[in-house]
């Protein structure tokens, strides 16, 4: 079955570093973009991150710009999201999402696959 797990998500404080991993099966992982979502309490589902197929284009939210970093490889399954500087607002469950062509997309309803999510947790 096609699935996506993500993991790596914990309670960090403010300044702090955490790298999560989305690990995927089933399906042919070079051939489909990814992304990162977040959706923090009584709030939208909202953009983070996404790398194209090949990796070679990435693409970020504002406000993530500079502290955050997709990466991903191909010959594992695996898309990671390293984060860096965290921030009490971090706070969010991360999901990782990929959709079925080649280039990245900042909208959500553009994935036709979601992973169920890893808590994330900045404490001031």
């Known amino acids: 079955q096609v699935q996506l797990v993500e993991s790596g998500g914990g309670l960090v404080q403010a300044g702090g570093s955490l790298r999560l991993s989305c690990a995927a099966s089933g399906r042919a992982f070079s051939d489909y973009a990814m992304g990162w979502f977040r959706q923090a309490p009584g709030k939208e589902r909202e953009f983070v991150a996404a790398?194209?197929?090949?990796?070679?284009?990435?693409h970020y939210a504002d406000s993530m710009k500079g502290r955050f970093t997709i990466s991903r490889n191909n010959a594992e399954n695996t898309a990671d999201l390293q984060m860096n500087s965290l921030k009490p607002e971090d706070t969010a469950v991360y999901y990782c999402?990929?959709?079925?062509?080649?280039?990245?997309?900042?909208?959500?309803?553009?994935?036709?696959?979601w992973g169920q999510g890893t808590q994330v947790t900045g404490s001031s």
């Open positions: 790398i194209s197929s090949t990796g070679r284009s990435t």
């Open positions: 999402a990929s959709r079925r062509v080649r280039i990245t997309s900042s909208y959500a309803g553009a994935y036709d696959l």
